[in-house]
């Protein structure tokens, strides 16, 4: 305390005794005035001084309690009402979220995925409702997950039998902790890296469990493989709370435990702390007496149930909050993926008819200039029908616009005449040699129909947003994704197909043409014969 503050307070106290030391005496003069006449209203004016004389002492030491440090008690108050808050408003945005997962559902069209998608955001709200802390164990199968669990839950409310076998499914126990409020529940989940396809469909139950925990233990019983490294960076990295836990240090000696503990550290020092790698034995050997006599040790976990209590009670309510945000945003990413697959369907159909609707069209009235082909591939009504899919609505002036910049495009990069001699490779090989080159113009606009409408797609996917390379940089790359081989192969044989073929007979052989000529000549000669 400051020193004026500190002579202030004396000097008060000082002249609180004098006034007090005089208030006594006055009182006591009064009272033996009042008493001789009425001593029923002297011991009640005693009482009712003394009220206020006590309320009087309990302002100042409050006074005082209180306000000795205001700067210390605000930063208090408001830390717990940060601490508070913030759960809250994670909470509240994954209930934003599983509102607009739900509302993208409505636009799948794959009922399979649309009720698997509803069943899962059912199930989170489910979880935000109940609030557990769900605690999951995940590691390989020879790593003694089972017995961690069965000795935690053995220390922590009592004697569970061993799982016998393998664990099939994700068995999950019930507990409560000292000072936590809410239930925990652990899970024990299949292992990890297991031969076979039961294996690795097992693998997949256990790596979903390990997405959906609020906390993971990460059970090993050595050094770190990398095999093991690789998927507790990736659960790390996705925003799991997570402990290292070495089992099974019975098998090892000090000097041995104390090496592997410090490779542990070093290797996953960028993403877990130091104290959240926790030594233990879960299932101690047994251990054989001089007399011979084998008698079981008791597990060895107090280490990880100091730190895992230590963890619940600090961060409980954010780890709930944090798992739960996550698991929305998860969720909702999956949906948007369904819906711009779904999306990249549609239009897709959408651009597979119109450019066969151009070839066909190219076909019968074939173009005077090559660079005519970019306006005619580039149809305005393809624009605003791959708009609409995306919800983008676009007026046909709008639609005619985005056509002609984007065949002005393909002009300027030359995708044109690459396009025409690329095409006519192919074709020499696939068609005969007189139809080639009246087949080309038709192919070609079918070709560029396609790089436009997929350059559409992309527009139209990101908002209506060129991205940072403009229209340029997503026409080239649409270009050179459409000149790998196996593409070219396959989209000669639909040209062929729905082309080549279909106006093979307008485009004939110049020799027939002449043979036909000369024959009608000769024709009409003997009929004109007398």
């Known amino acids: 305390m400051p020193l004026p503050r500190l002579l202030t307070l004396i000097i008060s106290l000082g002249i609180l005794l004098g006034l007090l030391l005089w208030l006594i005496d006055s009182i006591y003069r009064l009272y033996s005035q009042i008493a001789w006449s009425s001593p029923l209203l002297a011991h009640l004016m005693v009482w009712l001084l003394i009220v206020v004389l006590g309320c009087i002492i309990y302002g100042f030491f409050y006074y005082f309690n209180v306000f000795s440090s205001p700067k210390q008690s605000s930063k208090k108050a408001r830390y717990r009402r940060i601490a508070a808050k913030l759960p809250q408003q994670k909470t509240e945005a994954a209930s934003e979220n599983l509102k607009a997962v739900k509302r993208q559902v409505q636009q799948i069209q794959d009922k399979v995925s649309q009720k698997a998608l509803l069943s ?7 979880n935000l409702a109940r609030g557990e802390l769900r605690v999951v164990v995940f590691g390989t199968g020879s790593a003694g997950k089972t017995s961690l669990v069965n000795a935690l839950i053995g220390e922590m409310v009592g004697n569970v039998e061993a799982t016998m076998g393998t664990t099939q499914i994700g068995e999950t126990y019930r507990l409560k902790l000292k000072g ?4 925990i529940l652990i899970t024990d989940t299949p292992g990890i890296l297991e031969a076979g396809i039961a294996g690795t469909q097992r693998e997949q139950l256990a790596r979903q469990l390990a997405t959906e925990a609020d906390l993971l233990l990460f059970v090993i019983d050595n050094d770190l493989r990398q095999s093991e490294y690789e998927p507790l960076r990736m659960l790390v990295g996705i925003g799991k709370r997570s402990l290292l836990i070495f089992n099974k240090t019975d098998l090892y000696s000090d000097e041995d435990q104390e090496v592997i503990l410090n490779q542990l550290k070093q290797r996953v020092q960028d993403f877990i702390n130091a104290a959240d790698i926790v030594a233990l034995a879960a299932n101690p050997q047994p251990v054989q007496l001089e007399n011979g006599e084998l008698i079981q040790p008791e597990p060895d976990i107090i280490p990880l149930i100091k730190r895992l209590a230590a963890i619940l009670r600090a961060e409980g309510e954010d780890l709930i909050a944090d798992n739960i945000l996550l698991q929305s945003q998860r969720l909702g990413e999956e949906a948007r993926k369904i819906i711009d697959s779904q999306r990249r369907r549609q239009a897709d159909k959408i651009i597979d008819r119109y450019q066969w609707i151009g070839a066909g069209v190219i076909a019968v009235t074939p173009l005077p200039v090559v660079d005519m082909l970019a306006a005619a591939a580039v149809n305005a009504q393809m624009v605003i029908e791959i708009g609409q899919v995306y919800n983008c609505e676009i007026n046909s002036e709008r639609g005619k616009e985005l056509a002609l910049s984007l065949g002005k495009t393909l002009v300027s990069l030359g995708v044109v005449k690459g396009a025409v001699e690329l095409l006519a490779r192919a074709l020499q090989f696939q068609v005969a040699t007189y139809i080639v080159g009246k087949a080309i113009q038709a192919v070609t606009g079918a070709y560029l129909t396609r790089i436009a409408g997929k350059s559409f797609v992309e527009y139209f996917r990101h908002d209506q947003d060129w991205g940072d390379g403009g229209i340029t940089e997503v026409v080239q790359r649409q270009f050179q994704l459409s000149r790998k081989d196996e593409f070219i192969k396959a989209f000669i044989s639909d040209a062929i197909n729905k ?14 043409e002449q043979e036909e000529e000369t024959e009608e000549v000769y024709v009409r000669r003997n009929d004109d014969d007398w």
């Open 120 to 126: 899962r955001s059912q199930e989170i709200e489910a």
């Open 180 to 183: 936590i409020s809410r239930e």
């Open 499 to 512: 082309v080549v073929k279909p106006f093979s007979d307008q485009w004939q052989d110049p020799e027939e």
